[in-house]
C-alpha cells in the first residue's frame, strides 16, 4: 500500500515523517541528507525556481524575488499584511483578496510558493520510500482560522498531494511526545516557531490524546525576535545603506544567526560588509538581546492564561510542559515558560523534529497502522454568523473537540424574497466587522410571503477544522446547492487553471532534468574517450582515431544545446565509435596484469 | 456504546444484522442513527439526570474509537459521511451530559419545556444582588476601569464564583433525590428550570463583569 506521509509546514523550515513500524522517522534529503528543508522560494527570471537553501542563498541577492516565511501570508488578505512586509516584498491584489506575490515578472499566492515547498519534500519522501507519495497529513498552527486551513489544504493540492488530514502543530507534537514517554496526565504544549505561537492543554489517557483547550497568536514567533536585532543593526548604519534591500536582506540573516548565537553563548559578534567594502563590526550580548525581545515573549502569556482557564485548569495542574518549535530554544523563552507553568519544560525531543514525527505517526493512526492512538482536537475560533445590525452571533464555541455541528433556521424578511444572504464568521469579538470573515453565501429560496419559508443550515466543522455548510428547504423538503464564496481564499476555478499550469511547468521540469542528465553522461564519456585518446593511441586501427574524434567534437557541440535527445543518439554514437578501442584497451591491460603476476599464483 | 438489546437492526452496508451500536459489529461500519435518539441513549446511558463523569469518560472514548473520522478515512464516501456525523453527535453529547447546568437544560428540552435562550426577568432571589452588581459596574466604567472600584468589582467576580459553583454543586445534589423519585414530574421539572434561570442569570452577569474588566485592562 501507498505510504502516507506527514508534513510539518513550518514557517521557517519544513519537514517530512513517516510511520515505520511502531515509531516515526524524518525524512532526508536524498542528495544531502539535510532534514530541514528551509521554507524558502526563490522565483529566477525564465521560470526558473529555487527551494530549500538554495533559494535562501539567494535572499540577500534578490530580496523581492525570494520568499522567505510564506507561510505567515496564507489565508490572507491584502489589508493584513504589515508595513514591514510591503517593504519586503512586492504585493498585488488578487482575486478573492488573496495577497499575491509580484516575482520576478509574474505573480504567485501564498499557496503556489507553499506547494514548491511540498513538492520538494515529496520529492524528498519519495526517494526515501522508493516509490510515488501522494497522499499527506499536513500540520497547521491551532490557531489557524478556516481561511489559512483551506489555504494550506490548497497548497497540498497544487503540489499533487491528497490532504488527508490537517493537524494542529501541538496536538501533533503532543502525539510524538506522548508515544516517546508514554505520558498520562493533562500536559501544556508551548509552540513558539518562527512565525506562529501556538499552546494547547491536552489530557492524555490510554491512547487517547483529547485537547481541552487552545490558544495562539498567528504573527509572533521567532521572525519578531529577529525582527528587533535587525532593527537594532539597521539604525546604526548610514541613512543611504539602511533603506537598501540587499543590505536590509543581509541584515535580517546576520541578526537570526545572533541570535541563536545568543542560545548558547553570553555574547557574540555580527559583521556586516558594505557595497564600498567597508567592514562593520559589532557585539551583542545576550541581556542586550532579552531586553529587546523581552515584550514579545511575554506576549505567549495571555492565550497561555487563557487556555488554562478555558480548560478550567489551574497552573499547578498541569504535569508536564512540552517546548516545541526553534524559538523555544532562546533561553528567555525557557525562563517565562516555567514562570508561566511553574515547573521546566521537558524538551525531550529536538524541537525543531517533534511536530514533523507527530504528522507522521498521524498518517499512520488514519490508514491503520497505530490503532491503540486517537487524537480528539477543539476548533481554536469561535463561528458565527452576521445578524441584524452588523452584531456577530456565535454559534459554534471555541474550544470545542471537532467534528461539531450546528443547525440554524432561517426565513425571509421581505415578500418574494428569492434568497437568503449568510455571512460567515470566526473570531470573539462582539461585532461582525471586528472578526474575520470567512465566507458568503447566498440560500436560493422560491418567492412566498415574509416569514413562510423554512430554511435549515447546517454549520459543519470537519476534523481538519474546516467548515462545509448545507442548507435544505423545510417546505419541499429539497436539499440547496450553496455556493460559498470564500472571503480569503482560491476558487475551485482557480486551482484547476493552477494545477494545469503547473502540469506544463511541470513539462518543462522534466525537459530540464533530462537536459540536466544527458548532459552530466555527455561529459563522462567525452573525458573518458579524450583520455583514452591521448593514452592509448598506439592501440588505434587506421582510421579509427578520425571517426572517433568526428564522433567526439559531434557530441561535445551537442552538449552545449537544449536538445538532451540529440545529446542521448550522438553519445550512442561515440559509444559505439569507441567500442572496439575500448575493448582492445581493456585486453591489453589485463594482459599487462597477468604478465606482470608472479607464476605461482596462476 | 449502545447495547443490542431490542432492536434487529440491519447493517447498511454488509447487511448483517447489528443491533443499535453505532458502528456495526461486523464490519465496524458506522450506522445512521434514528432520528430521534436523545444523547443518552447515544452513549449507551440510561435516562437519569445523575451521570458518573468517569463512567461517561470511558463510553465517551470508546464511542470516539468506533466512530471518529480518523478510524474512517480510508473508507468509502458514505462511510466518511456517517462517520462525520455520528462523530459530532458523539462529542455534542459529551458536551452536554459532563456538565450538569447543560445536562439540565437538555432535559428540560427533553421533557417539551425548554429553558430558552433569553431570560429578561430577574429571579426575584438575585434581584438585590443584581441591581448592587450593576451599581458597581457603572462606577467602575466611569472611573475609568481602574482604581478602588476595580479592585471592588474584581470582589464582586470571586463572589459571583463561588456562588455559581456553589449552585451548581448544590443541583448535582438535587439530581440525585430527583432520580429516585420521579425525574420527570412537573414539580421536578418546574425546581429545575427555576434553578437553571438563577444559574443562567448569574453566569450572564459574570460575563458582563468578565468584559468590564477587560475593557478596564485595554484602556
Known amino acids: 500500500m501507498e505510504r502516507v506521509v506527514g508534513i510539518d509546514l513550518g514557517t521557517t523550515n519544513s519537514l517530512v515523517a513517516v510511520l515505520d513500524g511502531d515509531s516515526p522517522r524524518v525524512l532526508p534529503d536524498p542528495e544531502t541528507g539535510a532534514t530541514l528543508l528551509p521554507s524558502a522560494v526563490a522565483f529566477l527570471p525564465g521560470d526558473e525556481v529555487r527551494v530549500g537553501e538554495a533559494a535562501r542563498a539567494l535572499a540577500a541577492e534578490r530580496p523581492f524575488d525570494t520568499i522567505l516565511s510564506v507561510k505567515r501570508f496564507m489565508g490572507l488578505g491584502l489589508e493584513h499584511v504589515s508595513e514591514e512586509d510591503r517593504r519586503r516584498y512586492r504585493f498585488v491584489e488578487g482575486s478573492q483578496g488573496v495577497v499575491r506575490f509580484a516575482v520576478a515578472g509574474r505573480e504567485v499566492t501564498a499557496p503556489e510558493v507553499s506547494a514548491h515547498v511540498l513538492r520538494e519534500l515529496k520529492r524528498w519522501a519519495e526517494a526515501a520510500l522508493g516509490g510515488a507519495v501522494s497522499k499527506a497529513v499536513i500540520t497547521v498552527p491551532a ?73 495562539g497568536d498567528t504573527r509572533l514567533g521567532g521572525d519578531d525576535l529577529d525582527a528587533r536585532v535587525t532593527e537594532l543593526l539597521l539604525a546604526e548604519l548610514p541613512e543611504a545603506l539602511r533603506s537598501h534591500p540587499q543590505i536590509r536582506a543581509q541584515v535580517r540573516a546576520m541578526a537570526e544567526r545572533a541570535k541563536r548565537a545568543l542560545s548558547d553563548a553570553a555574547r ?73 507553568f511553574g515547573r521546566p519544560p521537558l524538551v525531550g525531543i529536538d524541537p525543531d523534529q517533534v511536530v514533523a514525527l507527530g504528522a507522521g505517526i498521524q498518517a499512520g493512526i488514519l490508514t491503520g497502522g497505530r490503532r491503540d492512538m486517537l487524537l480528539l482536537d477543539v476548533i481554536p475560533l469561535s463561528l458565527g454568523i452576521e445578524t441584524m445590525g452588523g452584531v456577530f452571533t456565535r454559534i459554534i464555541d471555541r474550544n470545542v473537540t471537532i467534528p461539531v455541528s450546528h443547525t440554524e433556521h432561517f426565513t425571509t424578511a421581505v415578500d418574494n424574497q428569492t434568497s437568503v444572504d449568510v455571512h460567515v464568521l470566526q473570531g470573539e469579538r462582539e461585532l ?171 | 456504546m449502545m447495547r443490542a438489546e431490542t432492536f434487529n437492526h440491519e447493517c447498511w452496508h454488509c447487511s448483517r444484522r447489528t443491533g443499535l451500536a453505532l458502528v456495526c459489529l461486523h464490519c465496524e461500519a458506522p450506522q445512521p442513527l434514528p432520528p430521534a435518539a436523545d444523547i443518552f441513549t447515544v452513549l449507551g446511558l440510561p435516562r437519569r439526570l445523575v451521570v458518573d463523569p468517569h463512567d461517561l469518560e470511558d463510553r465517551y472514548h470508546a ?47 427533553l421533557h417539551g419545556s425548554p429553558l430558552g435562550d433569553r431570560n429578561n426577568q430577574v429571579p426575584p432571589a438575585l434581584a438585590a444582588l443584581v441591581f448592587e452588581t450593576q451599581e458597581q459596574l457603572e462606577a467602575l466604567r466611569d472611573a475609568g476601569g481602574a482604581g478602588a472600584e476595580r479592585g471592588t468589582v474584581e470582589a464582586v467576580r470571586g463572589e459571583l464564583q463561588d456562588r455559581v459553583r456553589a449552585l451548581a454543586d448544590e443541583l448535582e445534589e438535587r439530581y440525585a433525590t430527583w432520580d429516585a423519585a420521579d425525574p420527570g414530574a412537573p414539580e421536578v421539572l418546574a425546581e429545575l428550570k427555576r434553578r437553571l434561570s438563577e444559574i443562567a442569570y448569574l453566569s450572564t452577569l459574570l460575563d458582563d463583569v468578565d468584559e468590564t474588566l477587560a475593557e478596564g485592562e485595554h484602556a
Open chain 1, 143 to 215: 490557531y489557524f482560522n478556516d481561511s489559512q486551513r483551506q489555504a494550506t489544504k490548497d497548497a497540498g493540492r497544487l503540489a499533487g498531494l491528497e490532504v488527508l488530514r490537517l493537524v494542529n502543530e501541538p496536538t501533533a507534537a503532543s502525539l510524538a511526545y506522548g508515544l516517546n514517554e508514554r505520558a498520562e496526565g493533562t500536559i501544556a504544549v508551548y509552540d513558539l516557531g518562527g512565525g506562529t505561537f501556538d499552546v494547547s492543554i491536552l489530557k492524555l489517557r490510554a491512547g487517547v490524546f483529547e485537547v481541552l483547550a487552545t490558544n
Open chain 1, 432 to 602: 461582525a466587522a471586528d472578526n474575520r470573515s470567512l465566507a458568503r453565501f447566498s440560500i436560493p429560496i422560491e418567492p412566498l410571503p415574509a416569514g413562510v419559508p423554512r430554511l435549515e443550515c447546517t454549520f459543519l466543522i470537519d476534523a481538519n477544522g474546516i467548515l462545509c455548510v448545507t442548507a435544505s428547504d423545510l417546505r419541499s423538503g429539497r436539499e440547496r446547492t450553496i455556493e460559498v464564496k470564500p472571503s480569503y481564499g482560491l476558487t475551485d476555478e482557480e486551482i484547476e487553471r493552477m494545477l494545469e499550469e503547473s502540469f506544463d511547468h511541470a513539462e518543462d521540469d522534466i525537459r530540464q532534468r533530462q537536459l540536466r542528465e544527458a548532459r552530466i553522461d555527455a561529459d563522462t564519456i567525452l573525458h573518458a574517450t579524450q583520455t583514452s585518446l591521448a593514452r592509448h593511441a598506439d592501440r588505434l586501427e587506421p582510421g579509427e582515431g578520425d571517426r572517433i574524434r568526428s564522433a567526439l567534437s559531434a557530441l561535445a557541440e551537442a552538449r552545449d544545446g537544449e536538445d538532451h535527445n540529440r545529446i542521448r543518439d550522438l553519445y550512442d554514437q561515440l559509444s559505439a565509435a569507441t567500442e572496439p578501442f575500448a575493448q582492445r584497451i581493456m585486453d591489453s591491460a589485463l594482459h599487462e596484469a597477468l604478465v606482470s603476476r608472479p607464476l605461482e599464483e596462476l
Open chain 1, 268 to 340: 557574540t559578534e555580527v559583521e556586516l560588509t558594505t557595497p564600498d567594502g567597508r567592514r562593520v563590526q559589532r557585539a551583542i550580548t545576550r541581556d542586550e538581546f532579552e531586553a529587546l525581545v523581552k515584550d514579545l515573549v511575554e506576549r505567549t502569556g495571555r492565550p497561555s492564561r487563557q487556555a488554562l482557564k478555558d480548560a478550567g485548569l489551574e497552573p499547578a495542574d498541569v504535569e508536564e510542559v512540552v517546548a516545541v518549535g526553534g524559538s523555544t530554544r532562546v533561553p528567555l523563552v525557557r525562563r517565562y515558560m516555567q514562570e508561566l
Open chain 2, 63 to 109: 464511542a470516539s474509537r468506533a466512530v471518529h473520522p480518523d478510524r474512517h478515512q480510508t473508507a468509502s464516501d458514505r462511510e466518511r459521511e456517517l462517520s462525520l456525523s455520528a462523530s459530532a453527535t458523539v462529542n455534542r453529547a459529551y458536551r452536554t451530559l459532563r456538565d450538569p447546568v447543560a445536562r439540565g437544560r437538555y432535559w428540560l428540552e
